[in-house]
């Protein structure tokens, strides 16, 4: 019988490669780069052998979407940001069997949900940047799923959510599930970016004051007053794909009846206008 052993919200930004790279950015990200390797250090240590990454990069506007394939293996250019992403390799196994049985027990659920096995369908880089460090510390089949939803509702991430931990418990794996995407996302207006140190600074106080009061309410077990305004918060501080990653990393944890106390891995920072930190959600 498997189990999520472990789940995490993680930032992946761009810059924690550039932080690698000389140039102005070298070592700024350190933090969160340390973050990502603590919780793959702790997957290990509890036997995952695959890593669920609900992935806020991949956009999907009908169903929703699994990239189940056996292999990952290529050259990566974001066309999102190609001047800060380029020619990154990567190269990982998959477990398309739970790929294919999560999506038939969401499917079961009421969420069609259809799972892939496509050489041509890429990872994005919400899932490539956390690998990108994790993987240094252990090597973890990677399943990865669409977690940009523009016509869908929290509800529905929900059920995803469910169907992992179902398809999880009926296999023979042990998962990190991470939720792969910002707390806000009000990325500098262009015009705006270079005058405000953009790469370093939040586009909105009221943004960060959310963003800190959550992390507060996360540490303190409040889950259940947080899925009170996650619709809201996702709306008003521009959640990253509506923050429908963090809906479906709360569905597999039990929703509102989750209360354990979460642990800031990276201490809460600004990037681009957005929020980010890494989170351990302590699976119960």
Known sequence: MGEIVLAAKCTHVPTMLMSEQPGPVEGKRQPAIDGHREI??????????TVVICDTHWVINAGFHINANARFHGLFTSNEFPQFIQDLPYDYQGNPELGDAIAKAACDLGAHTLSHHLDSLELEYGTLVPMRFMAREHEMKVVSIAAWCTVHDHQESRLVGQAIRKAVEESDSKVLLVASGSLSHKI???KDYAANNGTFTISSEFNRQMDLHVLEMWKAGDHATFLKMLPEYAQYCCGEGAMHDTAMLYGALG???YTAQCEVVTPYFPSSG???T???FPVQ
């Open 278 to 280: 890494n989170v351990i």
């Open 188 to 190: 500098w207006a262009n």
């Open 255 to 257: 929703w509102d009846r």
């Open 274 to 276: 957005t929020g980010q």
């Open 40 to 49: 793959a250090r702790r997957a290990k240590a509890l036997g995952a052998d």
